[in-house]
């Protein structure tokens, strides 16, 4: 049975929503509604689909059975809570929200609703994440003790002037750490077993924006760990996210969405080391792969057909979310952080 998704925004990221459904033969796209007629317009004749006219009448489509979310993350749960009144499964683009409270309403009415709400965080679908967690979760790493996120990428004056909402707090909710860096900071999160508490430093080193473009924070994970987020684009000319985890028996390094390096007690490491390259967004220039954001998508698609959970709920969507929010609270606090 095919499932209609109706993709709501004509940004950047819309586009990659776009090309990953359309690869995925279990789904139609029933069209597109963006605030801006002038870029829906657009978007639809260059993607060959329907312009609605309004969100209401997409969410009126009984042909549409997803909702995917492609707007600035300040307008997440709105746009959500709409979605789950008309009876629509949701797929929501990183950050869910820029406020915790709103994201976890969200999380208990598709609950309540039975309605599949997922996060996009499509790094988790990567060849190379997937074999990491699936050692980690084996204990292959023994006990862990450190793990460490540092995405040290470069954004442009240009790349801030191009849309009124990026830099803000009140829409983007932040800057590079829930932009950019939340992508790494889910891996870390996921790979080390949850976050405990933050201690956070944030500050605008170089951009003339209203948010961070460049914060570091001191982590404690569930499990005793220690470790460190690094998150700017501030830092020329920019470098591959990364990702060190050490353990009892062993570390590992994830660079650019590869292992890089695997030194672990047991095991062989040409079994974890990755020698193909893979597209990143270190530079200005955020070429983003569709391929990770269409195996969610295949997830999300699942999900729906069999009723069942899929990969990123609701609820994983916000550990992260609340991560980054710790670590903004932190640095205006000056005092560590307890999560949840």
């Not at 069209?31 to 639809?44: D, H, L, M, Q, Y």
């Not at 600035?72 to 915790?100: T, Y």
């Not at 985890?245 to 660079?255: A, Q, V």
């Not at 530079?283 to 295949?298: D, F």
Request: hydrophobic share 45%; aromatic share 8%; charged share 20%.
């Amino acid at each position: 049975m095919a499932l209609g998704v109706a993709i709501i925004g004509a940004g950047m990221i819309a586009n990659i929503h776009v090309t990953a459904l359309q690869e995925i033969p279990g789904a139609r796209i029933t069209g597109v509604w963006s605030r801006n007629a002038e870029a829906t317009a657009k978007f639809a004749a260059k993607h060959g689909i329907k312009a609605f006219k309004s969100y209401e009448d997409v969410l009126a489509d009984a042909k549409t059975d997803i909702i995917s979310l492609c707007l600035p993350p300040g307008l997440h749960v709105d746009f959500g809570l709409q979605a789950a009144a008309a009876g629509k499964h949701l797929i929501v683009e990183k950050p869910m929200d820029i406020d915790a409270a709103k994201a976890r309403r969200l999380i208990e009415v598709y609950r309540a609703k039975n309605l599949v709400l997922s996060v996009i965080f499509q790094n988790r679908f990567t060849p190379a994440a997937q074999r990491v967690k699936a050692a980690l979760d084996a204990g292959l790493l023994g006990k862990l003790i450190l793990g460490d996120a540092y995405v040290k990428w470069y954004r442009s004056p240009e790349y801030y002037a191009s849309g009124a909402w990026r830099g803000t707090w009140n829409i983007e909710g932040g800057g590079a750490l829930i932009n950019q860096a939340i992508h790494t900071i889910d891996l870390l999160q996921w790979f080390m077993g949850g976050v405990r508490s933050v201690s956070g430093m944030i500050k605008t080193s170089i951009h003339k924006i209203e948010t961070e473009d460049l914060g570091v924070a001191a982590v404690e994970y569930h499990n005793g760990a220690l470790g460190v987020i690094e998150g700017s684009t501030a830092i020329t000319p920019g470098y591959k996210e990364r990702i060190e985890i050490h353990g009892t028996k062993g570390s590992f390094i994830l660079e650019g969405g590869m292992v890089k390096e695997w030194k672990v007690e047991g095991c062989r490491e040409e079994d974890y080391i990755d020698t193909q390259p893979i597209s990143y967004c270190a530079t200005n220039s955020p070429a983003i792969s569709s391929v990770n954001h269409k195996a969610q998508m295949l997830d999300i698609l699942r999900a729906v057909e069999q009723g069942k959970d899929p990969l990123v709920t609701g609820e994983e969507g916000l550990k992260s979310l609340e991560i980054v929010l710790g670590i903004y609270a932190s640095s205006r606090k000056g005092q560590k952080i307890q999560l949840a």
